[in-house]
T-cell receptor
């Protein structure tokens, strides 16, 4: 059965720290992969996506993610976080259907 | 370009009451979706539609109904509100069913 797992439920970092949020999925076929972000009090918006091609994808606000097919992973990274990155981050996988992870709450200390 | 518009933003219902959550998109998207978001649980698909006149159940459809009479509108109906339906509801639309969603701003519903 298709599934997606986000390893970190709550992450607290100081400004300028590096970020990596884990996302793993299970599905036997071709997938589309997404990271969505939800800033406090706002709706979800697309951060970045992978459909095919270069497994390292770049999104908005300096975020990037790398698709490692052998590890069924699509981890989100940012080299230096800002206070404004405080938000909840959702990984999503589209195999035969789209499934969202449970989310990771990121809190950046000023 | 308004995107996806949801109304109301907040609502408190008593157990057993009914209400309709409205969702309208102006992007001429064929696909529309209703999700509920509960803390620590991510998003669960309630219902979806692939075009006007066509709807189907998602993962958690019980207690809800939908209709899609036009491309633009996809209302979600709660007939007999229960405390378990306390949640934040998001409507989304997409041009293709590949996961690229435009979300509405959400409706925070409390059933007491």
């Amino acid at each position: 059965a298709q599934s997606v797992s986000q390893h970190n439920h709550h992450v607290i970092l100081s400004e300028a720290a590096s970020l990596e949020l884990g996302c793993n999925y299970s599905y036997g076929g071709t997938v589309n992969l997404f990271w969505y972000v939800q800033y406090p009090g706002q709706h979800l918006q697309l951060l970045l996506k992978y459909f095919s091609g270069d497994p390292l994808v770049k999104g908005i606000k300096g975020f990037e993610a790398e698709f490692i097919k052998s590890k069924f992973s699509f981890n989100l990274r940012k080299p230096s976080v800002q206070w404004s990155d405080t938000a909840e981050y959702f990984c999503a996988v589209r195999g035969d259907k789209i499934i969202f992870g449970k989310g990771t709450r990121l809190h950046i200390l000023p | 370009n308004a995107g996806v518009t949801q109304t109301p933003k907040f609502r408190i219902l008593k157990i057993g009451q009914s209400m309709t959550l409205q969702c309208t998109q102006d992007m001429n998207h064929n696909y529309m979706y209703w999700y509920r978001q509960d803390p620590g649980m991510g998003l669960k698909l309630i219902y979806y539609s692939v075009g006007a006149g066509i709807t189907d159940k998602g993962e958690v459809p019980n207690g809800y109904n939908v209709s899609r009479s036009t491309t633009e509108d996809f209302p979600l109906r709660l007939e007999l509100a229960a405390p378990s339906q306390t949640s934040v509801y998001f409507c989304a639309s997409s041009y293709e069913d590949v996961g690229l969603y435009t979300f509405g701003s959400g409706t925070r519903l409390t059933v007491v």
